[in-house]
Structure formats: C-alpha cells, structure tokens
Antibody
Framework: EVQLVESGGGLVQPGGSLRLSCAAS????????MHWVRQAPGKGLVWVSR????????TDADSVKGRFTISRDNAKNTLYLQMNSLRVEDTAVYYC???????????????WGQGTLVTVSS | DIQMTQSPSSLSASVGDRVTITCRAS??????LNWYQQKPGKAPKLLIY???TLQSGVPSRFSGSGSGTDFALTISTLQPEDFATYYC?????????FGGGTKVEIK
C-alpha cells in the first residue's frame, strides 16, 4: 500500500525555520517525482515545489523561492522541505504528493499524504 | 504564470443530477490539465489527468473534456459521496497552478 506520511509541522514565529519530512513507503520512491502543495486554512490548493527522481532538478513557486528548499534522500525514502524566513502567509497544511511523470507537460500527483500543519505566528 | 479560473465557485445539486464544472486557462495549455477531488479534512484525490484520462479506480461517472484553454469535469449521475470540492490544475508550465475550486453541495 502506498503511504506518504508528513511530519515536522508546528508553531513557529515569523522569521523562523522549520523542516518538513515526508516518509514514503509501499512503492519505489526513487522512481517518482515528488511535490509539496500547501493549503491555507479555508483556502484552495497552492503548488509549492517539485523535485525529480534523483534530486538534481527542482522547481519552486515564486512565493517561496530563495526561502524554501526541497530535497530528497532516496536511501531513506524521504522527501524534505526546508522552510526558512517563514512568514505569517506561509501558514497552511503542507501536503507531499508523488508524481509518476513530470516532464513534457504531463505532471500529475496520484497519491497524497494527509498533510502537516504549519502555523507561523508571534 | 498561467491563471486557472473555475466556474462556478459553488453549486447545489441533488443526488442523481448531472453536474458540469468548467475550468479556463489564461493561455493554451494543450491537454495538460488535471482534476482533483477534496473532501473536508482530507487530502486531495486525483480523478482525471491529461484532460480526459480517468485515474485508475475512479468511477466512470466522472469524465473530463477539453483542450487548449477550456476544460470541463462532468459527473454524470451525482452520488452522495461526490459532495466535495473539485480543483483543476495545469501542468503545461511551472508554476503548476490550481483553479480556485468548485464546492459541490447538497441541494
């Protein structure tokens, strides 16, 4: 069974840092692109970042560029999101998701984790 | 960035109704359009990718159509479990943008 389990969320002050993890199981992790998508309370989905199968290609939304870094450890079957210089507007549930393909325009997330809540507040 | 506009933002329907949700892209995205369903407190679920390809395990009452800038998600016969919020997402170019969502509520 495919499982994606996020962790690392919590309450942090503006300007602070947090590292999210997404533990993958039930599939060959290194065979998939991975994404982070967030959802502010009561709002819609917003794509944050993606990483290719071997971690050599990453793409980020402009809103997090220079502050967030996506990475992965295929030996540990784990995806990460390092979040620095956090802002109040980064408050959201953060989901990790896997994508079988993410090239040539075809890119869809077929399994999602349950999410971890990040609250940025003083 | 490519803007995705869904309409309506919400709708009320009855079990058994045929429901259509539309999604418009601010520029042509070929067929690089995905649809997701999300229930309250739950993670999104992939319904359709590449505009019209049904994800494995998704009931056949869901269908997708369109290309270029105009797309639609149709539920042929609404079931109780289909009351949820639906999002379109373009994957033509980065950033991968979502529509604002369409909430399908019980009439």
């Amino acid at each position: 069974e495919v499982q994606l389990v996020e962790s690392g969320g919590g309450l942090v002050q503006p300007g602070g840092s947090l590292r999210l993890s997404c533990a993958a199981s039930g599939f060959t992790f290194r065979g998939y692109w991975m994404h982070w998508v967030r959802q502010a309370p009561g709002k819609g989905l917003v794509w944050v970042s993606r990483i290719n199968r071997d971690g050599t290609i990453t793409t980020d939304a402009d809103s997090v560029k220079g502050r967030f870094t996506i990475s992965r450890d295929n030996a540990k079957n784990t995806l990460y999101l390092q979040m620095n210089s956090l802002r109040v507007e980064d408050t959201a549930v953060y989901y990790c998701a896997r994508a079988p393909y993410c090239s040539g325009g075809t890119c869809y997330a077929d399994y999602w984790g349950q999410g971890t809540l990040v609250t940025v507040s003083s | 960035d490519i803007q995705m506009t869904q309409s309506p933002s919400s709708l009320s329907a009855s079990v058994g109704d045929r429901v259509t949700i539309t999604c418009r892209a601010s520029q042509s995205i070929s067929s690089y359009l995905n649809w997701y369903q999300q229930k309250p407190g739950k993670a999104p679920k992939l319904l359709i990718y590449a505009a019209s390809t049904l994800q494995s395990g998704v009931p056949s009452r869901f269908s997708g159509s369109g290309s270029g800038t105009d797309f639609a998600l149709t539920i042929s016969t609404l079931q109780p479990e289909d009351f949820a919020t639906y999002y379109c997402q373009q994957s033509y170019s980065s950033p991968l943008t979502f529509g604002g969502g369409t909430k399908v509520e019980i009439k």
